[in-house]
């Protein structure tokens, strides 16, 4: 935008639809029973082995209408399995409201009646878990859960090799079985405590399904695969629980960006060193030469580089001094520099892009909701296959019972589709995390996945595609009835207006030492520019569309606009209510990373439009400069939004903006792209995608990922339904065994996470 006393630039941007948020390996908001069920058939292997990740604080318990919220660490729950025990049991109880389960971070926030937490806890307590609280600083009182030691699955693993060992060597039964049952006792107690909960709580689980067959093995004879079967899956267990706290660390490691102490001065003037969190808004900070800073603050002293890539993903270092903002987490390079604190450390940009990130897993894309439904028909599908292969070749075909159970058995391992259900949510966070890392936060899975499915961007001019900079480049009295000192009447009204096109009249006034007078009844024109009263006189500075609104064009000034538009330049008319008495000219640098951010953006297939307030000529101008398709100048609000409605007829668009007046298409478009959203707290919490810098190139940056993260979704999908198909095919041919249906379930997990790991390299 170019307009005249438009307010200051912010996005404002935030659907209408909400995205379809059931529960998955991530962030989930969903509170409906039929998502409960679909997660009830959705089952992944029980994690008992984190790794000492950092975590993300919880946050203390707030009232909300009248009831309570509490966030609770469970440090077991991390996948559909647990949730849906958690979501059946506690669903039940008349005190709890509502339900979000944020599995990455292992958190469950729970919306319930006052005084009934200790019966919530109870509910936990009794289906095996282990509920946190926060202590009153909002942190978990433990953190991460000790690792289990190791021995008992590798002594598990040695007495699974003798059992089946002595089977083939011909030795006596007995030492088989008590070769295999020692093994199964060593490491498969756990897996037979959740399987027994799972049952009672009326859901099939992997954790069940593994009892059940590996219990049915034993009372057919199958000792020493039982034993291999449970030692294989226990070891995969571990290696899938590894996998994903890569993952899990990937988001949770941003916290880590962010020192945990400051120094800062005291009231005596004595510098001391303090926790950040305890550091107040307004407090005086030092940061070395070297150190990451722990606070946003505005720099009151000192010039200094800062190393601001953990934040925006920019490649060098930024210069700064006096006025300057910085923020938490990035690194402060070359000289001391102190800086007043301007948000405490929960409120700062890291802060906010933490919560952003950690909220975006649970916006599920598309892909994760076909896996979701299709999870809810596969699993119940299979066991009715199981069933059937036990029960009718022995009752119609004569065949024998031990061969036909032992194939259903060999069924209910592979009736699990963890694979399936885990590659999606691993896949999304491995994406929105390599996004982070570049300075590019993105809100969602399904804003993610949409991405690559782009065929056109809408982009404003001003702040977007130029540094929003101008400056004044002509100057020239219209009317002999304008005193020489004129620029004081333009600089009175421009000062009062926010809009770059003011400022740049404002300052150019000041270089020259005039100072402003006093307006009254000062007004922004929305899209046209301002009015106001000076010593009585009512005069208006505005744009092309402004003055030819109020019938003050003449064919003499058309043609004198036309000549500086044709220049890429801005004219702005200073005119009272008769005529027009003088003109001003102002042009914006072009940054030069716009040009190469059109020139990917084409090579990828995604045509350009420029909507402008300027008027057509300047647009056009532009538009030419940084080879843009489309470019409309004289572009309102409402203009803007219809533009964005004409292009999604043609596939889908995307907006990028960083003003208010873009709020109405970036609210149409399928992405709205917010510029420049560090430090903004807007921004960051309406925009589909916040780039934290004003650079360009990240939106091509962020469509590669997209097609990227939707290629390793297919990839995925196609690699556990490919492998489950196979073994099942070889099952009912009589050729599968129970330890290759456990290679096929787990194996199939660690190589679909394993693949969705690969995007935190993008």
Not at 368 to 380: E, G, K, L, M, W
Not at 549 to 561: F, I, K, M, Q, V
Not at 593 to 609: C, D, F, K
Request: aromatic share 4%; net charge negative; hydrophobic share 50%.
């Amino acid at each position: 935008m170019s307009r005249c006393g438009q307010p200051p630039h912010s996005a404002t941007h935030a659907h209408q639809d909400k995205p379809d948020t059931a529960a998955s390996c991530g962030h989930n908001h969903a509170h409906q029973h039929a998502e409960a069920a679909a997660n009830e058939s959705a089952c992944c292997g029980s994690h008992n082995h984190p790794t000492a990740t950092p975590l993300i604080p919880l946050a203390a318990t707030t009232a909300v209408d009248g009831h309570i919220q509490t966030a609770i660490r469970i440090m077991q729950m991390d996948c559909p399995t647990e949730e849906a025990l958690i979501r059946k049991k506690l669903d039940a109880m008349a005190q709890v409201r509502s339900l979000e389960f944020n599995l990455m971070q292992r958190v469950l926030t729970v919306v319930h009646t006052p005084q009934s937490l200790e019966q919530i806890l109870a509910a936990l307590r009794a289906l095996g878990f282990e509920p946190e609280l926060a202590d009153g600083s909002g942190k978990p009182a433990q953190a991460v859960e000790s690792k289990k030691p190791l021995w008992p699955l590798m002594i598990a693993g040695v007495a699974a090799l003798l059992s089946e060992s002595a089977g083939w060597l011909g030795y006596a039964a007995w030492l088989s079985a008590a070769l295999a049952l020692a093994a199964v006792a060593l490491c498969g107690l756990g897996t037979y405590k959740k399987g027994w909960v799972s049952i009672k709580s009326g859901s099939l689980n992997i954790n069940a399904l593994m009892s059940i067959a590996v219990t049915g093995a034993i009372m057919i004879g199958h000792w020493s695969e039982a034993a291999m079967v449970m030692v294989l899956f226990t070891l995969a267990e571990l290696i899938e629980a590894r996998s994903l706290d890569r993952a899990r660390s990937a988001i949770a490691g941003l916290m880590s960006l962010a020192p945990d102490t400051a120094t800062v001065q005291q009231a005596d003037g004595s510098w001391q060193e303090m926790a950040v969190a305890n550091v107040a808004a307004g407090s005086m900070v030092r940061v070395k030469p070297g150190e990451r800073l722990g606070l946003d603050g505005e720099i009151v002293r000192g010039r200094s580089t800062v190393d601001q890539a953990p934040i925006t993903g920019e490649s060098l270092p930024v210069e700064k001094s006096v006025g300057d903002a910085v923020f938490a987490g990035t690194i402060n390079q070359a000289g001391s520099l102190e800086y007043r604190v301007t948000a405490a450390a929960s409120h700062s940009t890291l802060a906010r892009i933490i919560h952003a990130v950690e909220e975006a897993q649970g916006v599920k894309a598309p892909t994760q909701r076909f896996v979701d439904r299709f999870a809810r028909i596969y699993t119940p599908a299979v066991l009715l296959m199981a069933v059937l292969i036990a029960v009718v070749p022995p009752l119609l075909l004569n065949g024998a019972w031990g061969e036909w159970v032992y194939k259903a058995l060999v069924l209910l391992v592979i009736a699990c589709p963890c694979a399936l259900v885990i590659s999606t949510p691993v896949s999304i966070v491995s994406g929105l995390a390599a996004a982070a890392r570049k300075g590019i936060l993105v809100k969602g899975g399904v804003y993610l996945e949409q991405g690559r499915k782009l065929k056109w961007l809408a982009l404003d001019k001003t702040g977007t595609l130029t540094h929003g900079k101008p400056v004044q480049t002509d100057f020239a009295v219209l009317n002999n009835r304008l005193p020489e000192s004129g620029q004081v009447l333009a600089s009175s009204l421009a000062a009062r207006s926010d809009h770059p096109v003011s400022q740049a009249i404002a300052r150019a006034a000041a270089e020259q030492g005039i100072t402003a007078q006093t307006v009254h009844e000062f007004t922004a024109l929305a899209g046209r520019g301002v009015q106001g009263e000076i010593d009585d006189i009512h005069y208006v500075l505005g744009n092309h569309r402004l003055i030819h609104e109020r019938g003050l064009c003449s064919a003499e000034l058309e043609n004198c606009l036309a000549a500086l538009e044709r220049e890429g330049k801005t004219v702005v008319l200073l005119a009272d209510e008769t005529q027009v008495l003088a003109l001003f000219a102002v042009a914006d640098t072009m940054k030069q990373s716009s040009r190469e951010a059109i020139a990917q953006l084409h090579q990828l297939g995604i045509n350009t439009v420029m909507l402008s307030g300027d008027n057509p000529h300047t647009a056009a101008a532009i538009a030419a400069q940084v080879g843009i398709d489309r470019a409309y100048g004289d572009q309102l609000p409402q203009d803007k939004l219809a533009a964005v409605e004409k292009l999604a007829a043609e596939g889908a668009v995307g907006m990028v903006g960083d003003g208010i007046n873009d709020a109405p298409a970036l609210a149409r478009a399928d992405i709205g792209f917010a510029m420049g959203a560090m430090g903004t707290d807007t921004a960051i919490e309406t925009a589909d995608v916040a780039l934290m810098d004003d650079d360009l190139r990240k939106i091509p940056a962020f469509v590669r990922l997209s097609q990227a993260t939707h290629a390793v979704l297919v990839q995925n999908i196609v690699l556990a339904l490919a492998i489950k198909a196979v073994f099942l095919a070889l099952t009912i041919a009589g050729l599968g065994t129970m330890w290759m249906a456990v290679f096929a379930d787990v194996g199939a997990s660690l190589l679909v996470v394993g693949n969705g790991l690969r995007l935190l390299r993008k």
